[in-house]
């Protein structure tokens, strides 16, 4: 069992950056490659990107490849989402989920999952 908590959302410019970071509980937690999903208002939840368990290799939808970078600690258990260069379009819940399976963009795939953090960008 995992329980992951979202951090670090709130509202900034466009241009501007924020870092979400998931922590989770359980001693179990680098055995899991790590996820982001995003839901705004009225649409589906979007795959972001995902990490694997060492934090050696990630994956990146490509509406954010080049501006968001994934990061692990696992001497923390926490997950990061350094976001750069934010657009109007990233405003968002963002959610991190953790799977068995790297490189995995189906949310059906991530077994659990944060409770989400609002992120929203101004024009």
């Known amino acids: 069992q995992v329980q992951l908590v979202e951090s670090g959302g709130g509202l900034v410019q466009a241009g501007g950056s924020l870092r979400l970071s998931c922590a989770a509980s359980g001693r179990t937690f680098s055995r899991y490659a790590m996820g982001w999903f995003r839901q705004a208002p009225g649409k589906e939840r979007e795959f972001v990107g995902t990490i694997n368990q060492s934090g050696g290799n990630t994956y990146y939808a490509d509406s954010v490849k080049g501006r968001f970078t994934i990061s692990r600690d696992n001497s923390k258990n926490t997950v990061y989402l350094q976001m750069n260069s934010l657009k109007p379009e990233d405003t968002a819940v963002y959610y991190c989920?953790?799977?068995?399976?790297?490189?995995?963009?189906?949310?059906?795939?991530?077994?659990?999952w944060g409770q989400g953090t609002q992120v929203t960008v101004s024009s």
């Open positions: 989920a953790a799977s068995d399976i790297f490189a995995t963009t189906m949310s059906r795939s991530y077994d659990y």
